[in-house]
């Protein structure tokens, strides 16, 4: 089957996540249903653009965004790529898709004092899930590692002796990232307390909940978002968050993007630019203190 060779090609040849591959998984077989359904087409390779235009239609009916809709067929975009690619088809029944128009939603980061408001308050309890959850998000903020990177970490890569942390990112790209003292002391905190409570544990996970076991998307993202609650009344609290907060933070005190660019793992620098809308406040004052000609 086409589809279980596209998810094979993701995983192993392009290196994408467990994660993303589950996803493509899913969007493809929703895609195969509808056809199946309501075209009586027993496999998505031999559908034209009037079945995908359909779908679309009935994705924005069910209430799906124009960004959702868009990702879903950005999935479809990439599997006929792989069948061009294999000669399994001749042409793409999406060559002539335009994307539809999405707004351009600038998220707000989290300011430094509501960063420090949360570390510094009587917010996180001594024991193993207060440590824990205090210790995802100082990694969080002072890595802007993602949520999956964060869940994947293993111990072996937190170099405490070194002050660094090695992260497998997307397609299996191995970055480091220093760490400052205040984290290594956290660090160090939580891993006193694992060693102390978690009696069995084989997993070499670095993160794990009073069991042993490995942590969930779901607990992380309300981790993240309960603690951040008390703080901050910023509509959007979620890891992601925390990662554009690490960015901006680091631009507003004088990081070149570049270097942002290597410490996100982002591919391109464009990735990395987003970050520039949020600090635009910041350059602007730097740009009137600075420029020889406001003085004037």
Excluded: C
């Excluded at 510094?120 to 024991?127: A, L, R, Y």
């Excluded at 660094?164 to 400052?180: D, Q």
């Amino acid at each position: 089957m086409s589809i279980s060779k596209f998810l094979d090609y993701i995983y192993l040849e392009k290196k994408s996540s467990h994660h993303t591959k589950i996803a493509y998984n899913s969007n493809l077989l929703s895609f195969n249903d509808f056809v199946k359904t309501n075209f009586n087409i027993d496999s998505i390779d031999k559908v034209s653009y009037n079945e995908i235009r359909s779908w679309i239609i009935s994705l924005i009916e069910n209430g799906n965004s124009n960004r959702t809709v868009n990702r879903k067929v950005s999935v479809l975009r990439s599997y006929y790529k792989f069948l061009l690619k294999t000669g399994t088809i001749k042409s793409s029944p999406l060559q002539n898709h335009k994307v539809l128009k999405t707004p351009k939603n600038i998220n707000v980061p989290f300011s430094e004092d509501e960063i420090k408001s949360l570390f510094k308050g009587d917010h996180f309890s001594d024991d193993y899930m207060g440590i824990l959850e205090k210790t995802i998000i100082a990694v969080f903020y002072f890595t802007g590692i993602r949520r999956i990177e964060l869940i994947n970490l293993k111990e072996r890569n937190v170099l405490i002796n070194e002050g660094v942390i090695k992260v497998h990112g997307k397609r299996n790209k191995e970055r480091l990232i220093p760490i400052l003292d205040e984290l290594i002391q956290i660090i160090k905190t939580y891993l006193k307390k694992k060693n102390e409570i978690i009696i069995k544990n084989n997993s070499s996970t670095f993160f794990v909940n009073k069991k042993g076991k490995m942590l969930t998307e779901s607990f992380v993202y309300k981790t993240v978002n309960r603690y951040f609650s008390i703080v901050s009344s910023k509509t959007k609290k979620s890891p992601h968050m925390l990662r554009h907060s690490f960015a901006t933070h680091l631009l507003d005190k004088g990081a070149d993007l570049n270097s942002i660019k290597d410490l996100l793992g982002h591919s391109s620098i464009a990735a990395t630019q987003l970050y520039t809308h949020t600090s635009m406040s910041k350059i602007k004052d730097i740009y009137f203190k600075s420029h020889p000609r406001e003085k004037n």
